[in-house]
């Protein structure tokens, strides 16, 4: 493959004019021969360069609107045309074919149309046809072409042009971009044909392009592994890849996996009182509701305040000085808000390990869209869980809940709804008062959570458990009547679950037998 190759003639046709005009200057000052179309042409001139016409090198003019103008092979054999290759260049002399040895191409913005709601027959118009054909073309023969199709890599090849030519390192580079930015854009389209216009939920061929964020991280959820973060191309919800850093070390792996189940659990509450949620190892370990951000931290704290050292910290409203000053008390690894005032990111700046980052807004709990999940050998997608209980519940004990139960039922079953299974919630005047998460039985995560709300009163010197009168969550029905009468012995006085084991008759007479009011939802909240 030759090294060093000299550019004599350029193609350019972009729809982002960003730096075209300096581009333009810099290869005319090199001695370039400019080629270009429409739009592209006229700013070139307009910035005092000299261009030809694509029409003047084909001998056709632009038609049907423009989607026909590059399509010809006196463009494309100049691209492919293998340069040294005998019967090539006998071909191209005797069709009057000249090399050509860069292209300047971006594509027409079809992502961005689609994203401002335009219509369907304006979206297809921005289907880029002739740009792909010559980002590919050239990307082939990046032996002698150099194919550019991002403005930020300009002053590089203005650089090498004038140092005499492209070298082959950059041409490879920029052909392996090309036709990833091709693949991204052919999957924008795809998609946009699977799911908007023909909506299809899981199309027989599954196109997904993303674009790595920054750098690779530090190491993946453990040091001997690699990572990075990717985020999708194309309209999509914001957020913790999103979110402004502010403060703080680079975020791991861990602190981004933590932070985005901190920013979904506490997203559930967009709408509250004034929310605080304690997360660690991607499960909440306290989370509360109070008059302002300062008294439901340290509600969501008294939780667990064990196991909340080096967490991460939701909050769903901004941040005062106030609320800096008590989350700073103990170590905290990450702490996530819509803001933070002036006076709070000086708090939050005296601990220069505290990552501090800013949504802007919540994303919408109600919201549709996929997950995805790697296996070996493949991938498991499914719709998001953004159930929620709109009917009135079903009460099936002979108690009814009374109006504060019902309140701690419904905040429990929203925090449920992020532990992972199998998941036990006590809620008590509408904070968490414990939590048992992620154990293969039911019944362990109920006593687990009993014993984490004993500790947690010895801790805080209350005399009993929060568990006292609280009103319990599981994700899932209670397979046996033992889970639901642990619950009642650490203090429950309602209950509210799914429903739908074969036991359901042994659990609700259980239910009775104790006094206690419990609610089926008809709905499973399993989280792996």
Same mark, same amino acid.
């Given at each position: ?15 982002? @004019? ?20 429409g739009?592209?042409?006229k700013?070139?001139?307009?910035a ?10 084909t ?16 463009? %494309? ?10 019967? %090539? ?64 890599? *300009? ?29 991204a854009?052919?999957?924008a ?31 993946? &959820?453990?040091?001997?592994?690699k ?18 850093q502010?403060?703080? @070390?680079?975020?791991? *792996?861990?602190?981004l996996?933590?932070? &985005?189940g901190?920013?979904?659990l ?5 709408? =509250? ?5 304690i997360? @660690?190892?991607?499960n ?19 939780? =667990?305040?064990?196991?909340a ?15 800096? /000053?008590?989350?700073t ?13 002036e ?8 601990k ?26 493949? *991938? ?6 953004? !159930? /929620?209980?709109?009917?009135?519940? $079903?009460?099936?004990? $002979? #108690? ?7 309140a ?19 809620? #008590?005047? !509408? ?11 039911r ?47 650490? !203090? ?7 429903? !739908?084991?074969?036991?359901?008759? =042994? ?6 037998? #104790?006094d206690?009011?419990m ?7 399993? /989280?792996?």
């Amino acid at each position: 493959m030759t090294d060093q190759v000299a550019v004599r003639r350029a193609l350019l046709s972009v729809s982002d @004019k960003t730096g075209l005009a300096d581009f333009g200057r810099a290869l005319a000052a090199a001695g370039v021969e400019l080629i270009s179309t429409g739009g592209t042409a006229k700013a070139l001139r307009d910035a005092g360069l000299t261009v030809a016409d694509v029409a003047d090198v084909t001998g056709f003019p632009e038609m049907m609107d423009g989607r026909v103008k590059t399509l010809h092979p006196a463009v %494309h054999g100049g691209l492919l045309g293998v340069r040294g290759h005998p019967e %090539h260049e006998a071909a191209m002399r005797e069709h009057g074919i000249a090399p050509i040895d860069l292209v300047v191409v971006n594509l027409y913005p079809f992502a961005q149309t689609v994203a401002r709601g335009a219509e369907r027959d304006e979206i297809i118009e921005n289907i880029d046809i002739g740009g792909p054909s010559m980002v590919r073309s050239a990307a082939k023969n990046h032996a002698s072409v150099a194919i550019v199709t991002d403005p930020a890599d *300009y002053t590089e090849i203005a650089r090498e042009i004038a140092e005499g030519g492209t070298t082959s390192g950059t041409r490879k580079r920029l052909a392996a971009k090309a036709y990833a930015a091709t693949a991204a854009y052919d999957a924008a389209i795809a998609s946009w044909f699977a799911f908007a216009d023909q909506g299809q939920m899981f199309p027989d061929m599954l196109p997904i392009t993303m674009t790595r964020s920054e750098t690779e991280l530090r190491y993946g &959820e453990n040091p001997h592994q690699k990572a990075a973060l990717y985020v999708p191309m194309g309209p999509h919800a914001n957020g913790v890849a999103q979110a402004e850093q502010v403060q703080g @070390k680079a975020l791991s *792996y861990n602190n981004l996996n933590d932070a &985005e189940g901190a920013l979904e659990l506490i997203s559930e509450f967009r709408g =509250d009182r004034p929310t605080v949620a304690i997360i @660690k190892h991607a499960n909440p370990c306290g989370v509360s509701g109070g008059v302002d951000v300062e008294a439901a931290y340290r509600a969501a704290l008294a939780c =667990d305040p064990v196991s909340a050292f080096g967490g991460i910290i939701a909050s769903n409203r901004p941040l005062g000085e106030a609320d800096a /000053r008590a989350i700073t008390e103990i170590f905290t690894e990450v702490v996530i808000a819509p803001d933070a005032d002036e006076a709070a990111r000086a708090v939050f700046a005296a601990k220069k390990n505290l990552r501090l980052l800013l949504t802007g807004d919540l994303p919408d709990p109600a919201r549709g869209g996929l997950t995805m999940k790697a296996m070996t050998g493949g *991938y498991l997608l499914q719709t998001r869980d953004n !159930g /929620r209980i709109e009917a009135a519940l $079903k009460i099936v004990t $002979k #108690r009814q809940p009374t109006d504060t139960e019902h309140a701690d039922m419904s905040f429990a079953w929203r925090v449920a709804k992020h532990v992972k299974s199998n998941a036990i919630v006590y809620a #008590r005047d !509408g904070g968490t008062a414990g939590i048992g998460a992620g154990q293969m039985s039911r019944l362990d995560s109920a006593r687990i959570a009993a014993w984490k709300a004993r500790d947690a009163a010895e801790t805080a010197g209350w005399p009993e458990p929060r568990t006292v009168g609280s009103a319990v969550a599981s994700d899932a029905f209670f397979p046996f009547a033992d889970g639901l009468i642990a619950a009642a012995d650490a !203090g429950a006085t309602a209950i509210i679950q799914p429903g !739908g084991s074969i036991r359901d008759d =042994d659990v609700v007479a259980a239910a009775d037998e #104790r006094d206690l009011a419990m609610a089926f939802t008809g709905m499973r909240h399993f /989280r792996h």
